[in-house]
C-alpha cells in the first residue's frame, strides 16, 4: 500500500522559502505522475504543482508560477516543492498526492494516494 509522508511545513514571514518534502514508500515512486495540493480553511483543493515520471514534465497552479518549484528524487522516494517568495494568501495545508497513470492532471480526484497533509502559515 502506498503511503505519502509530507514534511517540512511551518511559520514563515511574507517573502520567505520553505521547502515541502514528500516521502514515498509502498512502491515505485518512478511510476507515478506526483502532485502537491493546498487547502484553506473554507476553499477548495486547489491544485499547486505536478511533476511526470521521469521529471521531463511540470505544470503548476498560476497562482504558484515562477515561485514554486517542484522536483523529485526517485532513488530516495522523495519529491520536492520549493517555495520561495511566500504571500499569506498561500497559508494552508499542503497536501502530496500520488497517480498511476501517465498524464499530471491538475483535479484532486485524479490521484489515488494522498498524504496527511503539512501546514504552512505565511504572516504579513
Known amino acids: 500500500q502506498v503511503q505519502l509522508v509530507e514534511t517540512g511545513g511551518g511559520l514563515v514571514q511574507a517573502g520567505g522559502s520553505l521547502r515541502l518534502s514528500c516521502g514515498f514508500s509502498?512502491?515505485?515512486?518512478?511510476?507515478?505522475?506526483m502532485g502537491w495540493f493546498r487547502q484553506a480553511p473554507g476553499k477548495d483543493r486547489e491544485f499547486v504543482a505536478g511533476?511526470?515520471?521521469?521529471?521531463?514534465?511540470?505544470d503548476y497552479g498560476d497562482s504558484v508560477k515562477g515561485r514554486f518549484t517542484i522536483s523529485r528524487d526517485n532513488a530516495k522516494g522523495t519529491v520536492y516543492l520549493q517555495m520561495n517568495n511566500l504571500e499569506p494568501e498561500d497559508t494552508a495545508v499542503y497536501y502530496c498526492?500520488?497517480?498511476?497513470?501517465?498524464?499530471?492532471?491538475?483535479?484532486?480526484?485524479?490521484?489515488?494516494?494522498w498524504g496527511q497533509g503539512t501546514q504552512v502559515t505565511v504572516s504579513s
Open positions: 509502498g512502491g515505485t515512486l518512478s511510476r507515478y505522475v
Open positions: 511533476i511526470s515520471w521521469s521529471s521531463g514534465r511540470v
Open positions: 498526492a500520488a497517480d498511476p497513470t501517465r498524464i499530471i492532471s491538475t483535479v484532486a480526484g485524479a490521484y489515488d494516494y
